[in-house]
């Protein structure tokens, strides 16, 4: 009886361990920045998937509608890195949490 009791406080400690260490990747993630640049536009976002800045030339500002279409490819293809950089840092919290 007492030994599945120590099984659970055991298990409990492992989850605690996994709320920091994932509360820890959280804070490195927003701070890693991936910046996404085309044809005088750059989106900047974060290791969380949060757009951070965009910046748009001049030039680039007088067709909505063409700035639209490229934003939208741009900030994908940011997230897309953004992606990446997390699903390692997952897998490596993954890998740290059962060695």
Do not use: C, P, W, Y
């Not at 989850?15 to 996404?36: P, T, V, W, Y």
Request: glycine share 8%.
């Amino acid at each position: 009886m007492f030994g599945k009791l120590g099984d659970m406080k055991d298990m409990l400690g492992k989850l605690q361990e996994a709320q920091k260490e994932s509360q820890a990747m959280k804070h490195r993630l927003a701070q890693i920045e991936l910046k996404e640049e085309s044809e005088g536009l750059s989106v900047i976002v974060n290791g969380n998937k949060e757009i951070k800045d965009i910046l748009i030339a001049e030039d680039l500002q007088k067709d909505g509608e063409e700035l639209g279409d490229k934003l939208v490819l741009l900030i994908n293809r940011a997230l897309e890195k953004a992606q990446a950089v997390n699903d390692r840092e997952m897998q490596s919290m993954a890998t740290s949490m059962f060695k």
